[in-house]
């Protein structure tokens, strides 16, 4: 029988600790890459703590949400800010099931390509969009909204793009906000930049979740 009453609460977080003791070189290892990763430099912490909280619904990770949502707020990210943060999370996580259906297509067509991922894979697309048009206008508007300027400017809403592109494994999507992200002006540190939030973000949902298996292990 489980030692815990929850598989998930808020209180797991704290039971990370407990590797301070039972893996103390990799704990180092990781608050050395949170510490890194979210120190200021072409972004700023607020911007970090923005990219972050979109992030964490990338991941979906509610230890993450909770956690960076007080630390936005705390480095003075506001609720209009963070929300619209979220939304270009939701865009980024149906961009890459959209994207992944070019393969299907091809292989629906008869296609055994030995590249999965290739320059042009928009193409396929426009079968899709044919076979349904009034889901996928659904999708462009949702896409529109969720990166047209805001309380965030479009170039900040593309760099959280970016991290989440990479917290959503998909290289269309890397391939398509990069891109967009280079268009709006981002630096290459700017980039750089977010996508370290994101390979923080991705460590620190697997350490949130471990909270459940050090108080099993307690």
């Known amino acids: 029988m489980s030692k815990v009453d929850h598989l998930c609460t808020a209180d797991h977080l704290a039971q990370t600790a407990r590797y301070a003791e039972w893996a103390p070189q990799a704990l180092k290892g990781f608050q050395a890459l949170a510490g890194g990763a979210f120190a200021p430099g ?14 964490a619904h990338a991941l979906r990770c509610p ?11 705390e480095a003075g990210a506001t609720r209009d800010e963070l929300t619209e ?26 296609e055994r390509p030995a590249e999965f991922y290739t320059p042009g894979w928009q193409a396929p697309l426009a079968d899709l969009a044919a076979t349904s048009p009034a889901a996928m206008r659904g999708y462009d508007a949702l896409q529109d909204a969720a990166f047209a ?10 760099l959280i793009a970016v991290a989440c592109a990479h917290n959503v494994r998909c290289p269309m ?7 967009q992200a280079l268009a709006n002006g981002s630096s290459k540190p700017a980039i ?24 099993l292990m307690a």
């Open 192 to 215: 750089a930049e977010a996508v370290f939030v994101a390979i923080e973000m991705a460590a620190g949902a697997c350490l949130g979740h471990s909270g459940l298996a050090a108080a």
């Open 42 to 55: 072409a972004l700023t912490v607020r911007e970090k703590e923005i990219i972050a909280f979109g992030c």
């Open 63 to 73: 230890y993450c949400i909770d956690y960076h949502h007080k630390l936005g707020t």
């Open 149 to 158: 300027a805001g309380v965030l400017s479009a170039p900040v809403k593309t």
């Open 85 to 110: 943060a979220l939304w270009v999370a939701i865009a980024v996580a149906a961009h890459a099931p959209l994207a992944h259906a070019s393969l299907a297509l091809r292989l629906l067509d008869g």
């Open 173 to 179: 999507s890397i391939e398509r906000y990069v891109t």
